[in-house]
């Protein structure tokens, strides 16, 4: 089992939470409970905590989003999934997902020998004190969090983190060359998809006679392909620039039983299925938007297939992981106090960051790492995703995570 270092503790939370608008937010109460699981009492200062590092880590996100495309970043929160809820609401919902999926991984970590050292507890004290002491008090009123709250994050995520091993340890890890199996090839692609649009918006096909300019184009790279002195080793690139500077050639590999594949066209797998190592398909591929001009390169690729063989032994992980989380999950009983979590909303007009730590702030927590990871504890929903999440301002009936209860008591 790997084990967690310091430095990856202390720097998930070394930087500051920042806010605007803070104007009648600190009324929140957070040593109130807000949910149980398992019997066991959730303050709302730790749903807020996880709250608004998730929430500053999307604000961060589609700010850069809307830099990058010299947009107004608008209202977010506010915006209406496909499902008629709001981002706003789905992220307070996400956030009951993640504290139900932190206390399950809790409740089994013994049954996995997993603990946390004293390493590891001093790394989450001193990371605990560190964000305590990076925000001023309005910041904190607002947050409505306390140090216990934090190192109790701290806690299940280190937990959460150390459980993955030993969850996945017994996969099977054998994995055959023949399930495994990749064949590499080398081609170029003559689209013959439209390009010119209707008054609809619709696209134009081609004609008879422009697809038949596209295939005179690819018949002249295979020419070109098989005059060349050493077909197999041909610059098939060059070769099909010099017919037209726009096209160029795609070396990609593909599993040999065809099977799980959709990126590569199934005319190339079926042009190739009889060639030999280096040999060229001797006439243009038709496929069912281009033409090809295809050379097999190798039918069984070696590094490849042991790359393929790493994938497939990560999604056997994958799968039993979340198996395994999602029959903890199903067993947990989780109320969750709607008439406390409604109290605590999610608006575009009360954004937050999270602060980057400046030069002397780095020497000053001894790690170099911090301002990089503190990333990491937005992403607390165990998927990685916090991108549909959001708030339920003034929601009275919001459903909890994975079945679990609600009560509209405080």
Partial sequence: MKKLSTRMACGMLAAALGVSGLSGCG????????????GQEVTLGLASYILRTDQAEMEGYYR???????????????????EGRTYGEDIKDNVMDTIKELYVMQEHAEDYGVSITEEEQAAIDEAAKTF??????????????????????????????KMRDPMV??????????????????FVEVSTEGTETDEDGNTVDLTDEEKAEKMDQAQQILDKV???????????????????ENLSAVERTFSSSGEGDEATDQAIKDAVADLEDGQVVPQVVEGEDAY????????FDEEATENEKKLI???????????????????????????????VKVTDSQPYELKQETAEDTQNTGDADSTEATGDAGNTDGTGNTGDTGSTDGADDAQTADGGETTDGE
């Fill in 226 to 244: 098989e005059a060349a002195e050493d077909p197999a080793s041909a610059d098939m690139d060059a070769l099909a620039k010099e017919v037209d």
């Fill in 292 to 299: 090809y001009v295809v050379r097999l390169d190798l039918k």
């Fill in 64 to 82: 850069m989003l809307a830099q990058s495309y010299g947009m107004d970043g608008g209202e977010y929160w506010s915006t209406e999934t496909e």
């Fill in 27 to 38: 009324n929140l109460d957070g040593t109130q409970t807000v949910a149980t699981v398992d």
């Fill in 313 to 343: 032994i990560s999604d056997r992980e994958d799968e039993q992981y979340d198996d395994l989380l999602a029959e903890w999950k199903d067993a947990a009983d989780m109320e969750v106090k709607n008439g406390v979590w409604k109290k």
């Fill in 132 to 161: 305590m002491d990076s925000n001023d008090e309005e910041t904190l009123e607002a947050l409505a969090v306390s140090g216990d709250d934090v190192k109790t994050y701290m806690e299940l995520y280190t937990i959460r983190q």
């Fill in 169 to 186: 340890a017994d996969v099977d890890r054998e994995v055959s060359d023949e399930e495994a199996a990749q064949t590499r090839v080398t």
